[in-house]
């Protein structure tokens, strides 16, 4: 496979388009605002009317649920915490097919299945193997957080998205770094303690297209900073890497003077105008988050000792209002100048609301990060649990067999069935992954491996920061982010099954592991696709009795 491009390029197209059927089946059910999609739908909406998000009258979500799309919107801006790519791309759904359920989901369902095309072309570059490739496709296809995230108008999966794509175009960048060193090499190492190419290295093209990824990811939710600022420091010692490999002396601190401020300049620079440029839409409008939202100051809890010691009260005083809501409006480049300072104040407020406006909040699916990898608590984002014995609902019946327990209630009420929609990974796959995100901690470290760095890095990055915020309402579906790189580590780990050293000659044994690690890697795929049907109703809404959702409800806390 890996000798045949176009038969690799087939059936990647083949796996996403199986991942696009999967996640378009009846995707305008549940029709509901499901958990957050009430926020960012409708400020997609909102982007598409106004050029902003904007505040609705109360009881809008029945209405527009209803089709009664006139008379939603209230007056003023809405105090947005997420910055907009996410949502200007739902927007695009909403434009094409309407406000409703179908309209603002398809745009993930569209993004999540070139998710699944970008691991594929992702795992292939890292690992050398088509195979491998195809394998990460089929993982990310079948796992249950990526495919009910990619039928939801929720941000994180283009966070996901246009994450992978950045760290990807690094990836590329370093072979472009090293097959142009190689050319250039032996005429810029003749001297003794030559630094290698410097000049003719300044511009990296796949450098530049990977610091506008990290703009948009950045642009679609804040969490996509840490990974960038890892992957910075990962992508110096890359740099170090290839210069010593080349007979450099000095190679660290050689490419952190030769590297390090091109690398910023491309990753960062590049990023921070992107992300800012995002901001155009906003900027346009500043006047009126200048009139309707600058005293509106984020504060932190009052009082002292624990929690339920502790109130909070915003600020929200006229005397507190942004320097620029009491001054003239300016033109031409003050003009610009006065709403980019505008804009400042604002991401000082957001970055107010997300570090203490939270904190000691609760929130029923809320968990610890310290277990997000092994699926501590998965997050319920639809339900309707009532629905009596004989009942039908969107056409199936529901014939639950009547429970001699006197104390049964909720969706544990004998007779009753119910649909459930669950934020939940398939186990077989992120239980998997999480051993061999330890085997690929140990193969970077004791073999030097670096791609198993990627994987490592790609993971602890995107997972560790959340353990700063354990102490506010914080969800484990923000693990998507970190999936492509769990793929990546299993992915590699099941390579080394395939690619045992070969054995002395006649003994076969090397053979024999070969054929045990293809077996092995073929039962896995095998149980994370069989894993991934049975959770098939609570991914997808489906009628279910009290016994069958039970059987799927495998740990407590998971209800």
């Known amino acids: ?93 909403i434009k094409l097919f309407g406000m409703d359920p179908f309209g603002w989901r398809i745009a993930s369902v569209v993004v999540g299945s070139l998710l699944v095309l970008l691991t594929i072309r992702f795992v292939r570059r890292v690992s050398g193997s088509m195979m491998l490739g195809l394998v990460g496709g089929i993982l990310v296809t079948f796992d249950g957080l990526a495919f009910v995230l990619s039928r939801l108008a929720l941000l994180d999966l283009f966070v996901a998205f246009f994450l992978l794509l950045a760290v990807h175009l690094m990836v590329m960048d370093r072979d472009w770094c090293r097959r142009r060193f190689s050319a250039l090499a032996p005429t810029q190492l003749a001297a003794p303690g030559a630094w290698g190419p410097v000049r003719r290295m300044l511009f990296r093209p796949w450098l530049l297209c990977s610091g506008i990824a990290w703009g948009l990811a950045i642009g679609c939710k804040w969490e996509a900073l840490y990974p960038l600022a890892a992957f910075g420091l990962l992508y110096v010692a890359w740099s170090a890497g290839m210069r010593r490999s080349f007979g450099v002396r000095l190679a660290w601190l050689r490419a952190c003077v030769a590297d390090g401020p091109t690398a910023f300049v491309h990753l960062v620079g590049v990023a921070l105008a992107v992300y800012v440029m995002t901001w155009i839409p906003w900027m346009t409008h500043a006047d009126v988050y200048e009139q309707s939202l600058s005293a509106t100051q984020y ?21 507190k209002r942004w320097p620029t809501a009491t001054e003239p409006d300016a033109s031409g480049l003050g003009e610009v100048t006065q709403s980019l300072r505008s804009l400042w104040y604002y991401h ?31 997050v319920g984002v639809a339900a309707d649990t009532g629905i009596l014995s004989g009942a039908k609902s969107r056409g199936e019946m529901c014939e639950a067999t009547p429970s001699t327990d006197p104390d049964g209630d909720g969706p544990e009420q004998a007779g009753t069935c119910l649909r459930q929609v669950l934020l939940l990974g398939t186990p077989v796959l992120w239980w998997g992954a999480f051993v061999a995100l330890i085997v690929s901690a140990f193969m970077w470290v004791a073999a030097r491996d670096w791609r198993f760095g990627v994987a490592v890095v790609g993971v602890l990055s995107t997972w560790l920061p959340w353990l700063q915020y354990a102490g506010r309402p ?10 492509p790189f769990l793929v990546l580590g299993l992915c590699l780990c099941l390579g080394k099954l395939l690619d045992r ?40 809404d489906e009628l279910l009795t009290r016994q069958e959702w039970l059987t799927r409800i495998w740990f407590k806390r998971w209800i």
């Open 474 to 483: 914080i969800f484990s579906f923000y693990m998507i982010i970190a999936l």
């Open 348 to 378: 000082r407020d957001v970055y107010t609301f997300h570090t203490h406006f939270l904190d000691c909040a609760e929130h029923t699916y809320g968990s610890h990060p310290i277990g997000w990898l092994v699926l501590n608590r998965p």
């Open 1 to 93: 496979m890996n000798g045949s491009p176009r038969a690799g390029w087939l059936a990647t197209i083949g796996i996403t388009a199986l991942a696009f059927l999967l996640r378009l089946w009846h995707l305008g059910t549940p029709k509901v605002f499901a958990f957050d999609e009430t926020y960012y739908a409708k400020d997609a909406w909102a982007l598409l009317e106004y050029g902003y998000a904007r505040n609705f009258i109360e009881g809008a979500d029945e209405k527009i649920l209803a089709g009664q799309l006139n008379g939603v919107f209230a007056d003023g801006p809405s105090m947005i915490v997420h910055p907009d790519v996410g949502k200007w791309i739902i927007a695009l759904g």
């Open 299 to 319: 504060t932190r809890y009052t009082g002292e000792g624990h929690c339920e010691n502790k109130s909070y009260v915003p600020e929200n005083l006229n005397d």
């Open 501 to 540: 050293p070969p054995s002395p000659v006649g003994s076969g044994s090397g053979h024999r592991r070969r054929v045990g690690g293809t077996i092995f890697g073929g039962i896995f795929v095998v149980l994370v696709i069989c894993n991934f049907a049975w959770f098939w109703p609570i991914y997808t």
